[in-house]
């Protein structure tokens, strides 16, 4: 007798062990807003020039067996890895969707639209696209619903410890700097002018979702776009030379936007934080030290060739299939705009766990980690 219900102590520890060791992923809640570099599909359900829903893009993406699923990568998003490292079972579905419905919110919903951007009007050229401001309109639909199946309390609670990743701001750039890419169909205002509009509205959807319950916040920054295959090609600049002048502009609104999460942290803390997150200095270090990293090419696409339009796209027959690079995991750059997942993993790896120079104040992990 002694000896069986000391088999069933023992059983019930092993369960006790085994449910502490899945819960925090079973908890895990993510949202996601921002353009194509985490645009999970959104735009596959929108009238766009902007989408990913045609070979090559997806093939690597093991969930859907190397098919596309709107995803302007050739595997998963930096969102993707950095969710998959906290613990989720499955990847936040896109808003749009047909098959997400109002349960999703409990895992999260992915939001981010290609071709989108800060500004309502950025990304006009691809027509259909959806601006951050929409995205955020959208988040509070669903928290509508999450509130009509749970109540207020149980949302809020949820909220609080679920994380929230912006990644936007590039097309906006883009859209100033690029002669095919008319801003707004009005006169260029001054770069200055540019960086401060695009800080203020950020913070004001910042402070909408803070409203919402939103509590912790990862704000990644601009990448230098002065190096991506279409500015270089545009720019028509040399083998190992980026467009100094377009990371000058991303820089100075980096740093502003840097300034502004500081501003807001101050006001919010300890209940809210705020991280900024460094892509520019890591995806720099990646091109200037492509070989420590692997990879043999931080220049040229994968996919879509060395000269404009780098279409990428996989044809019925070899003649309409664009240029595809041999070893995907050797290749910085997917296409002309958006990063490979090899790309992706580094610069997951360094926000999870880098120090204040990459993650500011706080890494990814110990904000995932973090109870006010």
Known sequence: MAIEMFKSFLSQIFVLVLSLQVLPSLCYTSFVFGDSLVDAG???YLFTLSKADSPPYGIDFKPSGGQPTGRFTNGRTISDILDEALGAKSFPPPYLAPTTNAEAFLRGINYASGSSGILDKTGSLFIGRIPLREQVDYFEQSRSHMVNMTGEKATMEMLKKAMFSITTGSNDVLNYILPLIPFSGVDKISSEML????????????????????RKFIIVGVGPLGCIPI?????????????????????????KLNRELDHLNQEMEPETIFIYANSYDI?????????????????DPCCGGNFPLFICIKGLNTNISSVLCDDRSKYVFWDAYHPTEAANII?????????????????????YNYKP
């Open 42 to 44: 959104n735009n596959d």
């Open 195 to 214: 960086q401060d509009f695009m800080v203020s509205n950020l913070t004001i959807q910042l402070k909408r979702l803070h409203k919402l319950g939103a």
């Open 231 to 255: 500015v270089r090609a545009l720019n028509l600049l040399p083998s190992g030379q980026c467009a100094v002048a377009v990371n000058e502009f991303v820089q100075g609104y980096n740093k």
């Open 283 to 299: 995806v720099m270090g990646i091109i200037q030290n492509y070989h420590e990293y692997g990879f043999v090419n931080a220049e």
């Open 347 to 367: 610069m997951a790896r360094k926000l999870l766990n880098g120090d204040e120079n990459i993650s500011y104040p706080i890494n990814i992990v110990k904000l």
